[in-house]
Every structure is written in C-alpha cells, then in structure tokens.
C-alpha cells in the first residue's frame, strides 16, 4: 500500500543519491549485497540477545539501502539477475528478521504466543511475495498490491521491537499479532486478485 502512495515522494529523494552512488562506482548488485549481509547480521547479532534497540535501528538502517540499489538500478539500468537477486536477497532479511524475533521470543521472553505469531508471519510474508511471483510467470496480472507489502511488513516488525527496547510491555506481541491478521488478509487479496485475472480472456 506504501508503494502506491510514497513511492513517487521517496524516489524524488533516493535517484540523485543513487545516481552519485553509480557515478562513483558502485553498482546496485554491490548495494543489494551490502544491505542485505548488513541487516542479515544485525538481526541475528541483536535481537536473540535481547538487544531490540540495537537490533531495530541497525536492521532498518541497512534495509533502507533496499531503496538506495533502486535508485541505482534505474541511473545504471536494471538487469534481470538484479531484479532476481533483489527479490531472493529481500526474501532472506525477511526471514532472518521474524526468525530473530521468534528466536528471542523462545530465548528470553520465554513467551511461547509472539514466537508462533513470529514464525506465522515469516510464513505468510514467503507467500505473499511467492504469490505474486509465481502469477507473474503464469501471466496473471493483479498479483500484487494488498494491505500488506514488504514496506508495511517491515515497519510494523520494527516499530514493534523498537517500543519493547524502550520498555512498552507487549509491543511485539502487539505488532506480530496485527501482521498474523493483516498478512493473512493481504494473502486471500492476492490470491482472489489471480483467480479474477485467470478468469479474464487471455491473448
């Protein structure tokens, strides 16, 4: 939903950074590989040690690089191994983060609810994206979109474990539950999306 409102806002803001970005040699696989180990291991280093400041702050950092090899992409030119390793290496800090986030849940809350609720979300934020993946190579349109995407995904996860590092009780249990419900209804808007592309005439 992000995507459709900010998306012009932010690229104002992002394409002359990543312009300079290329004029000075980098290139968007570089940035992708970056932001992704970066957040890899800021998620794993600090949220199962219970370092949720630390862990939010260090992972959101390195995920904004996300938009910065978008910017890239478009001053440089996209390929197709781009696109594909953007979308595996977003796969990967997705399922780092929620898998980080249970792994604390189970290591030192002990709270066995925002574990479940963490582990459900990774599922449904692989199949929400595998969704609108697999529709896309069938030919469907209408995959995409929902309540939702990464960005939301993301955010909420975040703001979660950044308010119980500053000690408001139950943040993460809050926001996990919320994207459980959310992400399960961004999941059955894709999925009826595709049924009513499949039904229209194809050419």
């Not at 590989?33 to 949220?47: D, E, H, K, P, R």
């Not at 943040?171 to 959310?182: F, G």
Request: hydrophobic share 55%; net charge neutral.
């Amino acid at each position: 939903m992000l995507n459709i409102f900010a998306r012009a806002s932010v690229s104002r803001v992002t394409d002359p950074i990543g312009a300079a970005l290329v004029r000075i040699g980098l290139t968007p696989n570089a940035m992708t590989l970056i932001g992704t180990t970066g957040a890899l291991v800021c998620a794993l280093a600090f949220f199962p040690s219970g370092m949720l400041l630390w862990g939010t702050f260090t992972v959101w950092g390195f995920v904004m690089l996300d938009l910065l090899d978008g910017a890239m992409a478009r001053a440089r030119g996209s390929t197709p191994f781009g696109a594909v390793l953007d979308a595996t290496c977003d796969r990967l800090v997705d399922g780092a983060l929620f898998a980080a986030i249970a792994w604390w849940a189970f290591a030192v809350e002990g709270n066995e609810r925002i574990a479940v609720a963490a582990l459900i979300s990774l599922v449904l934020a692989q199949v929400i994206s595998y969704v609108k993946a697999r529709a896309e190579a069938s030919g469907f349109t209408s995959a995409d979109g929902g309540l939702v995407e990464r960005a939301e995904r993301l955010i909420i996860a975040l703001v979660g474990t950044g308010l119980q590092g500053l000690g408001v009780s139950f943040a993460v249990e809050v926001s996990q539950w919320l994207l459980v419900a959310l992400s399960a209804i961004t999941f059955l808007q894709r999925i009826v999306g595709v049924a009513h592309s499949a039904r229209e005439p194809r050419s």
